[in-house]
């Protein structure tokens, strides 16, 4: 009774931390007692006199010019991208009667940032209709070419309802709110017309950087619920993305309507390399099934359960931290020496290989312990961490398998941030495409591209570009190639 009660108060204990605590895992860690001051034996002690000189000299002032990293006497920051428009302010003085009794002498530059309420442009074309003089045939220019035939809609109208919905979470309704209180009257359902025929051009690069993701030696691999379709009156159908994280910082959202193994059977197929997951057993029965992948796994979800046990055994789950915390101290000291390869792999064999041994030692002499139950969430973190010990273990023989799976957690937020805005998805196939545009828009934020010059530029350039070569569309390869001189918008012709 005493063990149910106990369980029973750490699952309250969790939901409540859920709706109300912090979800941050940091851990400030505290001082040791025995560590002594940098200023002990100095409080009191009076300051020693020195010798005192002046010196005096006397410089030009020059003008400071400002950089992109510099800011402006206000504080403000930009860059030379931004748009600026210059308001001259006329001293009263140069308005009156006697404003030919002053003269300019120079001005004050101050800077102040303002913003346009859902600013929108009705582009004009105008096309003059001539014909030769002997010949009676009229000649006209042609219009420019749009990204669907008959679209009213510029490629920047386009691009701009992508990246607001699915890179801010905008939902079309409100962008259609926006739009008519701009004075443009379209229906809802045009926008979703816009939004689905766009992804359907873009589904070719998203295909093709999924296949260069699965070339990657090292792939990491999540899932993340998704409301995707009807699963009868009223309600939604339970569904999931499955998060790929290549070696090249790409990721491809790919959509399943279940959580089962076979999801990766049918996407990843016979993949030779190593995955790095968490403790979800539909990757240890998809890696059973394969003798050339290498299964690893992810330290932060082992941390994450001795979390569980804070409460209930306090000490226990201190050390627990620390031992852990050991581990990704001589992780960052790697990054700041910026180690890699054969030295870095040296490095966690020298450091960390023994920084593993003791946490594992300890969690077996924890095992023993006598007073611990199977439903303490401590003996539940002790189980999930020993029995998977040489999964754990893997990222210490090869030096391009990273320790956790963080940085596949941080890419993948887009869903979660988009469920809290547009909720869920009517279709699966509307599913589908959110998991097309946003592998290519998180990427886009991985490799540190702007997500809208990147769309205006491939929706247009898609329908002239040869598709044995679409790989040169996808975010990492566009950069390279086409990010100095991009295609421009009917706003900004190139």
């Given amino acids: 009774m005493r063990g149910t009660i106990q369980s029973l108060e750490h699952q309250l204990d969790w939901f409540r931390r859920q709706f109300f605590g912090q979800k941050s895992e940091r851990r400030l860690i505290e001082p040791s007692p025995d560590q002594i001051s940098l200023f002990e034996g100095l409080v009191g002690r009076p300051a020693e006199s020195q010798p005192t000189e002046t010196i005096t000299y006397e410089r030009r002032k020059g003008k400071k010019q400002r950089s992109d990293a510099d800011a402006t006497d206000e504080g403000l920051r930009f860059t030379d991208d931004v748009p600026r428009e210059t308001i001259t302010i006329t001293p009263e003085e140069l308005r009156g009667p006697e404003a030919d009794q002053y003269e300019i002498i120079g001005e004050k530059r101050n800077f102040r940032l303002a913003q346009l309420p859902g600013s929108y442009v009705v582009l004009e074309y105008v096309r003059p209709v001539v014909k030769r003089k002997n010949t009676e045939t009229p000649i006209s220019p042609p219009m420019p070419s749009a990204v669907f035939p008959g679209c009213i809609a510029d490629v920047s109208v386009l691009a701009g309802l992508l990246v607001d919905k699915f890179a801010y979470h905008l939902p079309l309704y409100r962008q259609h709110q926006r739009m008519a209180d701009a004075g443009i009257t379209l229906s809802r359902s045009t926008l979703t017309n816009w939004v689905k025929r766009s992804i359907g051009l873009l589904e070719p690069i998203a295909d093709a950087q999924l296949q260069h993701i699965l070339q990657s030696n090292v792939l990491a691999v999540d899932e993340t619920p998704i409301k995707a379709g009807r699963a009868g009156k ?12 290549g070696e090249d910082g790409e990721i491809a959202f790919t959509y399943s309507p279940t959580r089962a193994a076979q999801h990766l059977d049918t996407v990843l197929g016979d993949y030779t390399g190593t995955l790095l997951t968490d403790g ?29 046990a804070e409460k209930l055994e306090p000490a226990a789950t201190k050390t627990a931290l620390e031992l852990i915390g050991k581990i990704y101290e001589i992780e960052k000291t790697i990054r700041e020496k ?26 077996a002499e924890q095992k023993e312990r006598l007073d611990l139950n199977p439903t303490n969430a401590l003996s539940k973190a002790l189980l999930y961490a020993t029995k998977r010990e040489a999964q754990l273990r893997v990222f210490l023989s090869d030096p391009d398998v990273p320790p956790d799976t963080n940085h596949l957690e941080r890419a993948l937020r887009v ?6 805005n547009w909720l869920f998805c009517w279709t699966e196939v509307g599913a589908k495409q959110v ?7 998180t990427t886009c934020r991985i490799q540190e591209v702007n997500p809208y010059a990147y769309l205006v530029d491939v929706l247009q350039r898609v329908s002239l570009h040869p598709n044995r070569d679409v790989i040169a569309l996808t975010p990492r390869i566009w950069k390279q190639r086409f990010a100095n001189m991009p295609l421009g918008s009917g706003l900004t012709p190139d």
Avoid: N
């Fill in 234 to 245: 009223g309600k939604l159908q339970q569904s999931w993305f499955w998060p790929i994280f």
């Fill in 435 to 441: 998991g097309i545009i946003q592998s290519l828009l």
């Fill in 280 to 308: 979800y057993r539909a990757y240890d029965h998809y890696v059973d099934q394969r003798d050339q992948i290498i299964h690893a796994q992810c330290w932060v979800h082992t941390r994450r359960e001795f979390l569980k």
């Fill in 415 to 420: 869903i979660p941030m988009g469920r809290k």
């Fill in 338 to 363: 910026d180690l890699t390869g054969e030295r870095k792999r040296d490095h966690r064999t020298a450091h960390s290989l023994p920084a593993v041994d003791r946490f594992f030692a300890w969690c």
